[in-house]
């Protein structure tokens, strides 16, 4: 029973520790800057690729984009990419007229997790 409630209070005193640990302002949130194609947009013929460009720069390990279709199939993108630290991009294969709703996760380097959609649509002949 002693060790115990020393063990609680050692538990105790790394907690207090950890919380005077982590940097005061977590402002660093990562939420969807822009895109391309741009958020609700109709492009007239099938983009070839979708960037999305966030506040903050991202941990692309942790972090997926899923485009769906209008019958909520997933569409077949290519590997997540990762170009710039704020900036995420998939490639599209050749999108039939309709809408689309892209689903993003992303966590921010300070490890906050963020997630999102938007859709696009994609004009018919
Ligand atoms: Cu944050």
Redesign the pocket.
Known sequence: MKSRLRLRLRLRLLVVAGVLATPAP?????FLDHADPRVGSTVSSPPAALTLVFT?PIEAAFSRVEVTDTAGKRVETGPLQHPAPATITVSLPGLAPGSYTVTWAVV?V???PTEGHFAFVVKGP
């Open positions: 977590a402002r660093a949130h990562a903050e921010s300070d490890t906050h």
